[in-house]
T-cell receptor, first 113, second 109 residues
Framework: ETGVTQTPRHLVMGMTNKKSLKCEQH?????MYWYKQSAKKPLELMFV???????ENNSVPSRFSPECPNSSHLFLHLHTLQPEDSALYLC????????????FGEGSRLTVL | GQNIDQPTEMTATEGAIVQINCTYQ??????LFWYQQHAGEAPTFLSY??LDGLEEKGRFSSFLSRSKGYSYLLLKELQMKDSASYLC??????????WGAGTKLIIKP
């Protein structure tokens, strides 16, 4: 099993759809992250969960809604997205005390039509 | 504001050496990280520097000068599989990672 698994790998949705991205980590880490990666731009931190509590929300629009039911699973619920939300969404995990050493999933490539 | 600068793209020849630079201006400093990301794949951790100097790990080395706000990643004996994007990131005083936009490295035979 890979350390951090994301599904689906690719998603195409209309602006009125509701979909969810899923992330699962098998590393025993206690912090999980959602990042947005757009071409030629720095990674943008969206949400951080530590010990299943949300500790960071970098002014992300409410059309993105995270959920962390336990320390191994993280979801990103998507609703009424815009075409500019098309990007690669990366999930990552880390252990408290090693904040900068992140383990990433391969990402979910989202296209909003 | 906080800023990380690295070249957008570099080209090098198989078997050669390449140096990828990263300069940063951040609110505080708690370490600098390099990640490698192959096209369509997850970024993977390469190195961590918190003190000045050179850290060597096989064919890859990373250097840090905190007084200059500068780091570089040195790749020796380049192989075709080293073609990837290399991401520089700094942990600021709030323990937030500030990312550069990445350097796409193209290796030619």
């Amino acid at each position: 099993e890979t350390g951090v698994t994301q599904t689906p790998r690719h998603l195409v949705m209309g602006m009125t759809n509701k979909k969810s991205l899923k992330c699962e980590q098998h590393l025993g880490h206690n912090a999980m992250y959602w990042y947005k990666q757009s071409a030629k731009k720095p990674l943008e931190l969206m949400f951080v969960y530590s010990l299943e509590e949300r500790v960071e929300n970098n002014s992300v629009p409410s059309r993105f809604s995270p959920e962390c039911p336990n320390s191994s699973h993280l979801f990103l619920h998507l609703h009424t997205l815009q075409p500019e939300d098309s990007a690669l969404y990366l999930c990552a995990s880390s252990q408290e005390g090693t904040v900068g050493e992140l383990f990433f999933g391969e990402g979910s490539r989202l296209t909003v039509l | 504001g906080q800023n990380i600068d690295q070249p957008t793209e570099m080209t090098a020849t198989e078997g050669a050496i390449v140096q990828i630079n990263c300069t940063y201006q951040t609110s505080g400093f708690n370490g600098l990280f390099w990640y490698q990301q192959h096209a369509g794949e997850a970024p993977t951790f390469l190195s961590y520097n918190v003190l000045d100097g050179l850290e060597e790990k096989g064919r890859f080395s990373s250097f840090l000068s905190r007084s200059k706000g500068y780091s570089y990643l040195l790749l020796k004996e380049l192989q075709m599989k080293d073609s990837a994007s290399y991401l520089c990131a700094v942990l600021d005083s709030n323990y937030q990672l500030i990312w550069g936009a990445g350097t796409k490295l193209i290796i030619k035979p």
